[in-house]
């Protein structure tokens, strides 16, 4: 069975930095691409981040650009979201996701989720 978890959310008071991880069961990661999104209560989902299959390409939403950096480690099966300096417009469900390869800013292209990690960022 393809499974992603995602760990590592928590509650954060604002300027601080969390790290998200995306761990795969059932498959290599090494062939896919993966996103991370995002959504609060009451508004859409956000793509928030994307990193190729290779790691060679990245993308980042305006709103955290500068602030979160995505990596992966292959070996590990893992991909990881760093973020700093975390504001409370931040607060939201996290959610990874895989694509085969290459990323897309459309969440319907892509097919495995996980269960999500909540993040929560507030004095």
């Known amino acids: 069975q393809l499974q992603l978890v995602e760990s590592g959310g928590g509650l954060v008071q604002p300027g601080g930095s969390l790290r998200l991880s995306c761990t795969a069961s059932g498959f290599t990661l090494n062939v896919y691409a993966i996103g991370w999104f995002r959504q609060a209560p009451g508004k859409e989902r956000e793509g928030v981040s994307c990193?190729?299959?290779?790691?060679?390409?990245?993308n980042y939403a305006d709103s955290v650009k500068g602030r979160f950096t995505i990596s992966r480690d292959n070996a590990k099966n893992t991909v990881y979201l760093q973020m700093n300096s975390l504001k409370p417009e931040d607060t939201a469900v996290y959610y990874c996701t895989a694509r085969r390869y290459y990323c897309s800013g459309d969440a319907s292209f892509f097919g495995t989720w996980g269960q999500g990690t909540q993040v929560t960022v507030s004095m």
């Open positions: 990193i190729s299959f290779s790691g060679g390409s990245t």
